[in-house]
């Protein structure tokens, strides 16, 4: 990797993009070509991801039959993200953010490719999928900064706000897409060609995003200490920003724990299988897509559709748990996609559209820390109280706590003025 060339053009304002980003189309930023190849690329390499994951979460449970075991699984793969998110922000903004992600794909493949040989070959060992989702985590603490930054410097200021609702999207897409195929293939010839065929789809992924042809703007060089620790500087002066990763690593705490949940209501609730499992994860991704063209397509502030969105969520999570039929526990399920993307979306948008350009990877590494790496911590305590007292108390507690979070927010904002 080389140290990132500047010649791009800095918006004098942050704030002034999104005077005039509200009301873009959702699909503005596909005219430009090389945010046609990131999407392309991206959407390949998410749908890679999530068939690893839900073959991951799957295999695990039918090991253990245990949910605090799919729990610290989870907590592996995002244990790097709270440990080492501002660092990665840091080598996003470092060094060519193209190539941050290339290192992430090849990461990615070996783990699929490890654990396919590992599954194959019968030599099935809880410690080896453990060590598989720790390599993932890190893999995420270098890719999942960079894309967010690297799609500032794909677009114009006036597109940022459509390419980041693509961004979630095409995240979700990949959520729609890996599950599902993962689920087939799982059910038709096992967990090892899963992982092999997740394994494969990174290297469609490093052809399409070698089509990419852009340099990044490169943050004033100073020493490293200090380049690190200006993210964190940015955030504590910024009362707004710090109140909205706050609430955000609470709801990733306690509101995002969906393979922990899933498997339980696939397996113990409603005894469906894998198949079921899988398909839960579509009908999530199915929503949070509808939430994030919906999301985009307001007019209202920032601090407002954060609120809404944030209550909506905890609200169709406190239902889904005490839904009895299958089938209004996948409508609730279809919302609950559509609110969470639709928070997590606002909130992305929020910090990209006001971070100096400059700064944009690490406080996009505090952010994922706070809000994925929450999930390091949460897991556990939720496979616990899922095993313990079933899935059905556990999901309603998340969702309590995220309405508690949603009300905290909104008091406290309405003492900030900047």
């Not at 990665?88 to 493949?109: E, K, M, N, T, W």
């Not at 070959?121 to 603490?141: D, E, H, K, M, Q």
């Not at 990174?202 to 852009?214: G, K, W, Y």
Request: charged letters at 10%; proline letters at 4%.
């Amino acid at each position: 990797m080389h140290p990132a060339k500047s010649d791009a053009t800095i918006p004098k304002s942050p704030r002034a993009a999104i005077e005039g980003s509200g009301r873009n189309s959702p699909c503005a930023a596909l005219k430009n070509a090389n945010y046609r190849w990131f999407f392309v690329g991206t959407l390949v390499s998410n749908s890679g991801i999530w068939m690893a994951r839900v073959t991951q979460d799957w295999v695990i449970l039918e090991l253990t039959g245990s949910s605090i075991a799919v729990g610290i699984s989870v907590a592996l793969q995002f244990f790097p993200i709270l440990l080492f998110g501002p660092f990665g922000g840091y080598i996003s903004d470092r060094f060519q953010r193209r190539s941050v992600i290339f290192v992430a794909q090849i990461l990615f493949a070996l783990s699929s490719l490890f654990m396919a040989g590992l599954i194959i070959t019968t030599n099935i060992n809880i410690r080896y999928f453990y060590l598989s989702a720790f390599i993932v985590g890190f893999s995420a603490v270098l890719d999942s900064p960079s894309k967010q930054a690297f799609a500032t410097d794909l677009v114009s200021p006036e597109q940022l706000a459509s390419a980041l609702s693509l961004n979630a999207i095409n995240f979700q897409i990949g959520r729609l897409i890996g599950p599902s195929l993962g689920a087939i293939i799982i059910g038709y010839a096992g967990a090892g060609p899963a992982f092999a065929v997740s394994a494969f789809s990174f290297s469609i992924a490093l052809a399409t995003i070698r089509q990419i042809r852009v340099r990044q703007p490169k943050a004033p060089s100073n020493s490293k200490k200090i380049r690190i620790r200006g993210g964190c500087k940015y955030v504590r002066q910024n009362p707004k920003l710090l109140y909205i990763m706050l609430f955000m690593g609470v709801v990733g705490t306690f509101g995002f724990n969906y393979p922990i949940w899933l498997t339980a209501f696939a397996d113990s609730i409603f005894q469906r299988g894998p198949q079921m499992y899988g398909f839960f994860n579509v009908v999530l991704s199915i929503g949070a897509v509808g939430g994030a063209v919906c999301v985009t397509m307001l007019s209202w502030g920032f601090i407002s559709r954060i609120f809404v969105s944030a209550i909506g969520f905890g609200v169709c999570e406190v239902l889904a748990s005490i839904s009895s039929c299958v089938a209004i526990f996948l409508l609730f399920l279809a919302f609950v996609g559509a609110f969470g993307l639709a928070v997590s979306v606002t909130v992305s948008t929020y910090i990209q559209h006001t971070t100096e350009i400059g700064l944009r990877g690490r406080v996009s590494g505090i952010y994922m820390a706070a809000y994925a790496g929450g999930t390091a911590i949460g897991a556990p305590v939720t496979g616990w109280v899922t095993d313990t007292f079933g899935p059905r108390p556990s999901l309603l507690l998340g969702g309590g706590v995220c309405l508690g979070a949603a009300t905290w927010l909104r008091i406290v904002l309405r003492n900030v003025t900047h």
